[in-house]
Structure formats: C-alpha cells, structure tokens
C-alpha cells in the first residue's frame, strides 16, 4: 500500500501512524482510517470524543473492544 498523500489535521498527535481519513463521527466517538508507518498496514483508530469521559462512556468503549477483539472475520486483525 502506499504511503497517503495528505496527513489529516488532528488535534492530537499519533505517533507511528499517518491518518488519511475520518469514516465517522458520533455523539461520543471518532474512527479514523489510518496506515501504521511502520509496515505501511492499514488501520482504524476509535477514539472517545471526550476528552474526560464519565464512568459509562469508558466502561461501553471497553465493551465494545472486547466483543471486536474477538470477532473472528477474514481480513481483519486483532489488536
């Protein structure tokens, strides 16, 4: 794969990935597709909207990457 044109402005800063585009954006999280310098693999990135989220909104982001790491889909990695 090669290496994306353009770097999204981001307010923050991810060391080891080059972000090339953001797929969603909810009322509590952000996924972005992204590439891992390293290997030039493709990823996705959620990340929580809130800067200091409450005690729900962690314990449902945790949730949801337990039941997605795992999911056992072809093509798709595990953390």
Known sequence: MSSPAT???LPFQMTGY???????????????RAVQN???RPVVIKLLRNEH?????LVQFRNQYAIAKNLEIAGVLSP
């Open 38 to 40: 390293a290997d030039q």
């Open 7 to 9: 770097n999204l402005s």
């Open 53 to 57: 989220p409450n005690f729900n909104e």
């Open 18 to 32: 080059a972000v090339v585009e953001q797929l969603y954006q909810g009322d509590r999280t952000l996924v972005y």
